[in-house]
């Protein structure tokens, strides 16, 4: 099975600070995801990424960074930390390659920007 | 600008009915269209997918359709049961492997 694994559940965090949230996969997927879900708001995109040290923006990438520098981990960086950004994170791969590419998601960090 | 709509935030229905959701979509031109479930503090995952160029497609109690005309698409669970409740999701796909999701809808089934 797809494992998909992020490094918090939860988290608290004070504004101005500058977060981390990492998310690692186990099964050698091409492409990596971070969303941010919030009610009525729904799935919306931050970053993807295809390959290693490759990014591209999603529909909301503004005061959000990433990294890939190994096929398996793709970090979230949240420069300076604040309230709206208190939201919950999810993170997913998928094998790429294809034409169709289902998702695999982690269990999400709800993190909270006080 | 592109949209995702699916039906009602909630739907409430009895244990054995059919269950059927509904996801329309403006502006877009999918390649695929998938239905993911998500339980309350966990991440989606990933039921059914369907390509634009099929009309249904079945797994156990699930049924997808596909209408790009009418630019819709039903997910069907029957027989439903409580452990079903759940948030439906769907989502339409590119080529390009990037997928748009819909805000959901948080399906109930009462015993």
């Known amino acids: 099975d797809v494992k998909v694994t992020q490094s918090s559940r939860y988290l608290v965090k004070r504004t101005g600070e500058k977060v981390f949230l990492e998310c690692v996969q186990d099964m050698d997927h091409e492409n990596m995801f971070w969303y941010r879900q919030d009610p009525g708001l729904g799935l919306r995109l931050i970053y993807f990424s295809y390959d290693v040290k490759m990014k591209e923006k999603g529909d909301i990438p503004e005061g959000y960074s990433v990294s890939r520098e190994k096929k398996e981990r793709f970090s979230l960086i949240l420069e300076s930390a604040s309230t709206n950004q208190t939201s919950m994170y999810l993170c997913?791969?998928?094998?790429?390659?294809?034409?169709?590419?289902?998702?695999?998601f982690g269990p999400g960090t709800r993190l909270t920007v006080l | 600008s592109q949209k995702i709509e699916q039906n009602s935030e909630a739907l409430n229905i009895q244990e054995g009915k059919t269950a059927t959701l509904t996801c329309n979509y403006t502006?877009?031109?999918?390649?695929?269209l998938q239905w993911y479930r998500q339980d309350p503090g966990r991440g989606p995952v990933f039921l059914l997918l369907?390509?634009?160029?099929?009309k249904e497609k079945r797994k156990e109690r699930l049924k997808v359709t596909f209408d790009t005309t009418l630019k819709q698409s039903l997910f069907h669970i029957t027989a439903s049961q409580p452990a079903d409740s759940a948030t439906y999701l769907c989502a339409l796909g590119t080529n390009a492997g990037k997928s748009t999701f819909g805000d959901g809808t948080t399906l109930t089934v009462k015993p």
């Open positions: 502006n877009y031109s999918p390649a695929y």
């Open positions: 997913a791969s998928s094998p790429g390659g294809s034409h169709t590419d289902t998702q695999y």
């Open positions: 369907i390509r634009e160029n099929e």
